[in-house]
């Protein structure tokens, strides 16, 4: 229910520019005594839109938004996601994370249950530290119809679905 009408569906549909997404659902969770996760990117950043029908751009619009909604409350303790703003359009960074924390351009929602943090899949990220209990995520990964995830999901569903939203 909460991919088709969660309050953030809205604003995929506009930044995404289709009022049918396809959509990936799963549970990201930290263990305790997990340490910090090195910072990566989910998606892959992509030099021009051709792969998906479109043409060449500079700074391609986005392909996929993921929406994370805590399940629980989120502290320096339980830790979350970090992310550093603006990487999503320059791939050149891959590599770079830890200048983030040198820069002090990194950015740790610490957001309540039932706060959803929304990014672009290509923006970099890591998980944090999580010195105190499970930290489950709800996941929703919501992408053009034409791009198919081979990176991070198995190709097979554990459920029946249409895979998309009205």
């Known amino acids: 229910w909460l991919a088709e009408h969660g ?35 989910d998606g892959a950043h992509v030099d021009s839109l051709r792969e998906w029908g479109g043409g060449a751009a500079q700074n391609p619009p986005p392909y996929a938004l993921c929406v994370f909604l805590s399940l629980i409350d989120l502290d320096k303790d339980t830790g979350c996601t970090q992310f550093w703003p603006g990487t999503h359009t320059d791939k050149g960074l891959a590599g770079f994370g830890p200048a983030s924390e040198v820069l002090g351009t990194a950015v740790s929602p610490y957001v309540t249950a039932g706060g959803a943090v929304i990014y672009d899949y290509r923006l970099m990220h890591r998980g944090l530290a999580n010195r105190s209990r499970e930290r489950p995520i709800l996941q929703f990964l919501y992408h053009l119809p034409s791009y198919q995830e081979k990176k991070n999901y198995g190709a097979a569903s554990l459920f029946e679905t249409s895979g998309t939203i009205a």
């Open 7 to 41: 309050v953030w569906v809205p604003l995929v549909h506009g930044v995404l520019g289709t009022e049918k997404p396809h959509v990936q659902v799963s549970v990201v969770y930290s263990r305790p005594g997990a340490g910090n996760q090195d910072w990566h990117t």
